[in-house]
């Protein structure tokens, strides 16, 4: 069973970057696209971004210019670097697996939340 | 962006009831329209993807159609366990977008 789970800071001061890190088990990185998603408190989800194997990557547009998604193979992890953090980036950040055969994210990690605030 | 809109936003129904949630998209997304569920503090989780696909695992009360701009879920007899938000997420084209949400609650 494909297992994942986000690590990385809670709290984040405005202007800052957030770094956090999705290690997947249960299942080998090197296949499938991996893929970070928000969801404010309270409110709907937004994709961040996602990223293959290769390292190929794609993002959304609102966010691409304080994005950068990053992958080890040998470690099975994939991260997320997000700059100049403000408090609209205050979310629960999930990581998920997304399977180009469904188009769909077929396995999350449990979430982490981070809050921006000084 | 192509914008997915729900409906309704919220509603509330008692176990045993059929419900229908609709999901329109801002243009055709063709079939690749997937629903997911989310319980508080739980990560979303796929119940129907490429509109009517079921997802391994996930109970056959659960069915999805549609196709192009117009899409719904559908639940034949709501469980207990059936009641929290249901979202929608199209899959045809970057930026990866969802619908706004759909709460469901008990009657």
């Known amino acids: 069973q494909v297992q994942l789970q986000e690590s990385g800071p809670g709290l984040v001061k405005p202007s800052e970057t957030l770094s956090l890190t999705c290690t997947v088990s249960?299942?080998?990185?090197?296949?499938?696209?991996w893929s970070w998603i928000r969801q404010p408190p309270g409110k709907g989800l937004e994709w961040v971004g996602y990223?293959?194997?290769?390292?190929?990557?794609n993002y959304n547009p609102s966010l691409k210019s304080r994005v950068t998604l990053s992958i080890d193979t040998s470690k099975n992890q994939f991260s997320l670097k997000l700059t100049s953090m403000t408090a609209a980036d205050t979310a629960v950040y999930y990581c998920?697996?997304?399977?180009?055969?469904?188009?769909?994210?077929?396995?999350w990690g449990q979430g982490t939340l981070v809050t921006v605030s000084s | 962006d192509i914008q997915m809109t729900q409906s309704p936003s919220s509603l509330s129904a008692p176990v045993g009831d059929r419900v229908t949630i609709t999901c329109r998209a801002s243009?055709?997304?063709?079939?690749?329209l997937n629903w997911y569920q989310q319980k508080p503090g739980k990560a979303p989780r796929v119940l129907i993807y490429?509109?009517?696909s079921l997802q391994s695992g996930v109970p056959s009360r659960f069915s999805g159609s549609g196709s192009g701009t117009d899409f719904t879920l559908t639940i034949s007899s709501l469980q207990p366990e059936d009641f929290a938000t249901y979202y929608c997420?199209?899959?045809?084209?970057?930026?990866?977008?969802f619908g706004q949400g759909t709460r469901l609650e008990i009657k």
């Open positions: 249960g299942g080998s990185i090197s296949t499938y696209y």
């Open positions: 997420q199209q899959s045809y084209t970057i930026p990866i977008t």
């Open positions: 998920a697996r997304y399977d180009y055969g469904g188009n769909s994210f077929d396995y």
């Open positions: 243009q055709s997304v063709t079939k690749y």
């Open positions: 990223i293959y194997h290769s390292g190929n990557t």
């Open positions: 490429t509109a009517s």
